[in-house]
C-alpha cells in the first residue's frame, strides 16, 4: 500500500528500458502518452 515505493519501482523500470531503447524513448516523447 506504498504509493511512492511503487512510483519509485515505475520510474526505475522505465528508465532501465528507455536505457536499453534509446530510439523509443525519444519516439514516445512525441506521442500522446508523453504527459
Known amino acids: 500500500m506504498s504509493s511512492k515505493e511503487d512510483a ?6 522505465l528508465d532501465g528500458y528507455s536505457f ?12 500522446p502518452f508523453a504527459k
Not at 519509485?8 to 523500470?13: D, E, H, S, T, V
Not at 536499453?20 to 506521442?31: C, D, H, K, M
Request: net charge positive.
Open 8 to 13: 519509485l519501482r515505475a520510474m526505475q523500470a
Open 20 to 31: 536499453f531503447n534509446r530510439p523509443i524513448r525519444v519516439g514516445l516523447s512525441t506521442t
